[in-house]
């Protein structure tokens, strides 16, 4: 793979993702954001979190892979990989216009070891959470590389970051 993984991803303070199989908090400016990091490049996801798409159905003007444990799912307008290392295969020779793993919680902790880059959207809030991104902040092996500037949205302050992962380390 020519570019490595990218991941997007909106958490809250605590780094929480998702309440009972959906986002826990949307801020709407996050999903224009996610549509022009993700364009028309590739989007890795899980099952639940395809099914929680607009229609249950993978997003429009990107290539959707779904990675499930589920040997029987099938999506009419996305990939199906039963494995890591078949999602890997997928995407063996990159897109040009990105490779994004867009969650859920079990899909962003497979494959963030071949992440390169993490495109989060950090909401300065903590509703209820049952399902959590790995804390960035504490891994050595990545670094903030742009804190983004404090926005808002109807009373909810949020930045959009990105950190890089370090190989050196």
């Known amino acids: 793979m020519r570019e490595g993984l990218s991941v997007v991803v909106a958490v809250d303070l605590n780094w ?3 309440y009972k199989g959906t986002q826990n908090l949307v801020v709407p400016e996050d999903r224009r954001h996610f549509r022009e990091i993700t364009g028309h ?5 899980g099952r639940r979190t395809l099914l929680d798409f607009p229609g249950g159905r ?3 003007n990107r290539r959707n892979i779904v990675l499930t444990r589920d ?3 099938e999506a009419e307008d996305a990939e199906t990989a039963h494995s890591v290392e078949e999602a ?3 995407v063996r020779d990159g897109d040009p216009e990105g490779v994004f793993v867009c969650g859920g919680e079990s899909v962003y902790r497979q494959l963030l070891p ?3 880059r993490a495109y989060v959207t950090r909401i300065e809030a903590a509703p209820e959470a049952d399902a959590h991104f790995p804390d960035l902040e504490k891994l050595p092996d990545w670094r903030l590389a742009d804190p983004g500037e404090e926005l808002e949205s109807g009373g909810i302050k949020y930045r959009f970051q990105v950190w890089e992962r370090d190989r050196s380390v």
């Open 16 to 18: 929480g993702i998702g």
């Open 41 to 45: 490049g590739t989007v890795i996801v």
């Open 58 to 60: 993978g997003l429009k």
């Open 71 to 73: 040997g029987g799912f």
């Open 88 to 90: 890997l295969e997928l």
């Open 114 to 116: 071949y992440c390169e």
